[in-house]
């Protein structure tokens, strides 16, 4: 009967632990990881030629009861573009010029980077357990994404081409994924967190535009996947 008593207590104050101050604001900074279509290198499939990049984030959640609450989150994401590996496949995609140059055309080609932010609620979960809160969200909401602006440069014999576009949308977005808060003290905690985003923006290549000649398209969709990964810091309340 002791025992049995002494396990309750203990069990006891291991959950009210966790239960003190259950809602949190956080910032944290991480990793992205492309997948999906917005990974792929190729024109043909209509692909990102998405690389690595950075996220930053800032979440929080209020909780109703012990376990159930609404999250929300705020992201800024940026995902370089394989540049040398998009020009060598954009210029072998370029129609033959008709009559054929005297020499070889020179091609510059300037990108910058994927761009997109992230505004999104939804439900979830938190397990409280002495020190650690493990938590899972579903969330979706709006994401503005920027296509990498370009500059083409084209040099064929004494006549030259330029060539500037950018692209920009707005859609729908959902993210799910899962935390790990580790509760310093009272306040303050640290966070460990993953979770995949997708959205699938539909973009409008320019008239004449070089990706117009070389994919046929005048516009295209794409899966914007990306895995994330952050560490940051949480206030409680």
């Known amino acids: 009967m002791r025992r049995i008593l002494v396990i309750l207590v203990l069990t006891g104050i291991i959950y009210t632990a966790g239960y003190g101050q259950r809602n949190y604001l956080g910032l944290s900074f991480g990793g992205s990881l492309p997948s999906e279509e917005f990974a792929k290198t190729s024109l043909e499939e209509d692909g990102g030629y998405a690389l690595p990049g950075f996220v930053i984030e800032f979440a929080g959640a209020y909780i109703f009861d012990y376990y159930f609450g609404i999250a929300g989150t705020a992201t800024f994401s940026s995902n370089p573009i394989d540049a040398a590996k998009f020009g060598e496949d954009l210029a072998a995609a370029i129609p033959p010029i008709d009559p054929p140059p005297a020499e070889d055309p020179v091609i510059n080609i300037k990108v910058a980077n994927w761009t997109y932010s992230n505004i999104m609620v ?11 809160n493990f938590d899972l ?18 040099q064929v014999d004494d006549e030259e081409f330029f060539q500037g576009r950018s692209n ?49 398209k005048s516009s295209y969709e794409m899966n914007v996947g990306s895995i994330n990964v952050n560490i940051g810091i949480t206030y409680r309340f």
């Open 137 to 154: 969200r579903g969330v979706a909401g709006l994401s503005f994404l920027l296509s990498p602006p370009q500059e083409v440069y084209i």
């Open 122 to 132: 939804g439900p979830t979960v938190t397990l409280p357990l002495w020190k650690f």
């Open 168 to 216: 920009s949308t707005v859609n729908f977005a959902y993210m799910l994924g899962g935390g790990l808060r580790f509760n310093v003290n009272e306040f303050y905690g640290i966070r460990l967190s993953a979770d995949y985003f997708k959205s699938k923006p539909t973009f409008k290549v320019s008239e004449g535009s070089l990706i117009d000649a070389a994919t046929g």
